[in-house]
């Protein structure tokens, strides 16, 4: 199955996906954007944590009826999940957060919804 | 007591997370019982730290391998790199450990009077003992990953407690910028330590450091890692979150964010001199920082003047202070490279930056600690509502004063002794560098007489005409800062040769820090 | 509060989901899976619950106090496990060796054991626990927060 793609090619996804990251958290105001955009940016570094452990010919690193030695790299794997789990948590609170601003001010752009200024 | 020793590296991490979990079942019986669990559970995490520090200072550094048959087994047999998570405290990270114990043990004594009248209080001493275990933990790690996993328990822990009272309209606010802008830094730190993980297979900061050479990829990894500790420690130009959340938080929590602040810079040190060492360009980064730290100055000063929110007020003068710290830490790293302009005045500008982190955090949690009494019993953020509250408050007013001139760099104070050695190194290295700094300490100077002088002199006003002083606990924990502030300045030269120097001598001495775990 | 067919549907389909959840967790040490992705089925459960009976008649039942429960008890159960090897060090696998998970699995590719794995498979149901329990609070009280009664207010 991979031996179709070059293998550039999921790193070059990374960078589109940080790219378009970044242009989403610079550049829209509505708050709820600005959320999925750091969403994107904790997507485009975990398939970054995850690339960089492919073998050539690897399998999943898992000794469990696993059919042949060579594996891909693990450490990869469990640094993106606890990513993953953090991201999670960190989505949830910026919610949560939203909610309150919303039933504060009345609205989720980040213009209008400022009570802080200077 | 010995075993306590070698085994104070991850109990003092791990009893504020037993704590924290605890302290949810626990309130919900007694609510005495959980404020005496806090308590003491800090109070036994300070005494840890203290016993610590005196033992490295003494012996040197400590390792602690979690999960090994005996601490020190950093390379088991048939391996030839270090595997498992592995501790290492030397003199520059028990001194952030000190400072850390010390703010929270004082924070959370003001808390149990301040937040008396909140609901849901559970959750808020839960979240302070996470961020208090998150803090310890940054520094303690010798492991670049765990740095990211504690760096996303304090931001997340302090997103959550800045914007605890949801019964104000900025609060949310403040917390969500907080959030946002730790997160993005966060995220980059990862991506610098997948960059390292791909290159050399290793994630142990001092393993690293044995074998890193300063091939593209590392020089993107060095940038990428400088801008997310400069985004998290509120330098300029990334400085826009800190008035905000500084403002919106309550008190005692302020004064733990600027300490979490602090650990971010002190992991930029940590880097730059521990993990690159002299394999990089010392005079590029070394100016890199101190431009950083210069704007911060300039910026900080000069935007403090304009504010009429106290605690504003003081959240510029924070990012002021900070700016003094990657000035003289900068000039450090800027003549890392020649050691007889190391041995003259590189050891001794570090030194003061580093003697003027526990100044900082000392003298601005003070300051934060005696606006929150005011806001707690006046009611009002705004210096221009407030007027002639030192009739009633005159304990308050006192504090705030002994704070507003340690922050401007007045003897007898500390922040004199630190400013002063900042100043006679930063001149050898280059005159027009000290020349603004004294230049920034007295506008700083101006700001504070006038947030003292609209805040607390003057007519009293008649609404305020029966304010009360502070209560007990609020007045304890300010005193113990206070009472802390006068000892360092009345003999910086103590303070210099236990804490400082070592520290300094700790960043620098690179070999020591591998030797450590790869050595032995 | 969807239609009778959803809502007994969902009923008989959440014992399958817990049960699946479970299997993922406690099978964490041989095959993919684990505390954090187990828990996250039995979260996606409680979602299936949520959407077929609405965020106020769930609430009669499951309350977020006793959630708060559940998660405590199992980051108690994760910190007291590490603490237990405190003898040797913090995180000592202590029972290895012993009659409880304590077999030592053969190296290189082989069918899995479940007596393996010390107290790596404890881990896993505790952070399980924290998991399932802190996901289904958070979502209980997000659509409790922004359902239609709350907002009308």
Redesign the interface.
């Given at each position: 199955m991979t031996q179709g793609i070059p293998f550039n090619v999921p790193f070059l996804a990374v960078a589109a996906l940080i790219g378009i990251a970044f242009y989403i958290i610079l550049s829209q105001r509505n708050l709820i954007k600005l959320v999925m955009g750091l969403s994107i940016l904790a997507s485009g570094v975990n398939l970054f944590l995850v690339t960089l452990g492919y073998r050539e010919g690897g399998v999943a690193p898992i000794y469990t009826h696993a059919p042949i030695e060579r594996m891909v790299l693990p450490v990869p794997q469990a640094l993106t999940l606890t990513s993953i789990v953090i991201a999670v948590a960190t989505l949830a609170l910026m919610l949560s957060l939203i909610i309150r601003i919303y039933r504060h001010t009345g609205s989720i752009d980040s213009e209008e919804s400022r009570t802080m200024k200077g | 007591m010995d075993k306590l020793i070698t085994h104070s590296p991850i109990l003092i991490i791990a009893i504020p997370l037993l704590a924290a979990f605890l302290t949810l079942l626990i309130g919900r019986i007694s609510e005495k019982a959980r404020n005496v669990l806090v308590v003491v559970s800090l109070v036994f995490v300070e005494f840890l730290v203290i016993v610590l520090a005196r033992d490295i200072y003494a012996n040197g550094i400590h390792i602690y391998t979690l999960g090994a048959s005996s601490p020190t087994l950093t390379i088991p047999e048939q391996y030839m790199v270090p595997v498992r998570i592995i501790l290492q405290v030397d003199a520059m990270s028990i001194f952030m450990g000190i400072i850390a114990a010390t703010v929270s043990l004082a924070a959370a004594i003001y808390s149990l009077s301040f937040m008396k009248e909140e609901t849901g209080q559970d959750s808020f001493y839960t979240l302070l003992l996470l961020l208090v275990a998150g803090m310890l933990g940054m520094v303690f790690t010798g492991d670049l990953f765990n740095l990211f996993v504690f760096l996303e328990i304090a931001a997340i822990s302090g997103a959550g407690l800045a914007a605890f009272r949801i019964r104000f309209a900025d609060t949310a606010e403040g917390g969500f910028k907080y959030l946002v802008i730790s997160s993005a830094a966060a995220l980059v730190v990862l991506f610098s330590v997948g960059i390292f993980y791909a290159q050399y297979n290793l994630l142990n900061i001092a393993a690293l450091a044995q074998v890193i050479q300063y091939t593209m990829l590392d020089k993107v990894a060095l940038a990428l890692l400088v801008i997310a500790f400069a985004m998290k420690l509120g330098s300029v130009p990334l400085h826009m979150w800190v008035p905000d959340t500084y403002a919106a938080a309550p008190a005692s929590i302020t004064a733990m964010l600027l300490v979490s602040s602090q650990i971010c810079m002190y992991a930029l040190f940590r880097t730059c001199f521990s993990l690159y060492g002299v394999t990089l360009n010392t005079a590029t980064v070394g100016w890199i920082v101190i431009i950083l730290g210069m704007l911060s100055m300039f910026v900080g000063a000069t935007m403090a003047v304009l504010q009429t929110d106290v605690k504003r007020l003081i959240a510029y003068n924070c990012i002021c202070e900070s700016g003094y710290i990657l000035l003289a830490v900068g000039v450090g790293l800027a003549v890392l490279g020649h050691p007889e302009a190391l041995t003259t005045y590189g050891i001794a500008a570090m030194s003061g930056g580093i003697f003027h982190m526990i100044n900082h955090a000392l003298f601005e949690g003070l300051l934060f600690l005696a606006a929150g009494v005011l806001f707690y019993r006046a009611g009002t953020r705004n210096l221009n509502e407030m007027g002639g509250l030192a009739h009633n408050m005159k304990l308050t007013s006192i504090l705030f004063l002994l704070g507003a001139l340690a922050s401007s760099g007045i003897p007898p104070f500390n922040g004199f002794a630190s400013k002063l050695l900042i100043y006679e190194s930063v001149y050898q290295f280059n005159p027009i560098l000290a020349i603004i700094g004294i230049i920034v300490s007295i506008i700083t100077l101006a700001v504070f007489v006038k947030a003292f002088f609209s805040a607390f002199t003057g007519q009293v006003l008649p609404k305020y005409k029966d304010v009360r002083e502070a209560p007990k606990l609020m007045m304890l924990s300010m005193i113990i800062l206070s009472i802390i502030i006068v000892f360092f300045g009345l003999f910086p030269g103590l303070i210099v040769d236990w804490l400082a120097h070592p520290a300094a001598n700790a960043l620098i001495n690179q070999a020591e820090y591998i030797n450590a775990v790869v050595g032995g | 509060m969807m239609s009778k067919i959803v809502r007994t549907m969902s009923n008989i389909l959440i014992l399958f989901v817990f049960v699946y959840g479970l299997y993922i967790i406690m099978h964490g040490h041989?095959?993919?899976g684990g505390g954090?992705q187990g828990g996250a089925i039995v979260a996606s459960g409680v979602a299936l619950l949520l959407v077929a009976f609405g965020s106020h008649n769930l609430h009669k039942s499951l309350k977020e106090r006793h959630l708060?429960?559940l998660?405590?008890?199992g980051?108690?159960i994760f910190?007291g496990l590490?603490?237990g090897g405190?003898a040797?060090?913090?995180?000592?696998?202590f029972l290895v060796g012993s009659p409880i998970f304590g077999h030592i699995?053969p190296?290189?590719?082989?069918?899995?054991d479940i007596w393996t794995g010390g107290v790596i498979p404890f881990m896993n149901l505790a952070v399980g626990l924290k998991?399932l329990a802190g996901?289904s609070a958070?979502l209980l009280?997000?659509a409790l927060?922004?359902s239609r009664k709350e907002v009308e207010e």
């Open positions: - | - | 041989l095959t993919p954090f708060s429960i998660e405590s008890g980051g108690l910190i590490a603490f405190l040797t060090i913090f995180f000592y696998n699995p190296s290189g590719p082989n069918p899995g998991v996901f958070i009280v997000m927060a922004s």
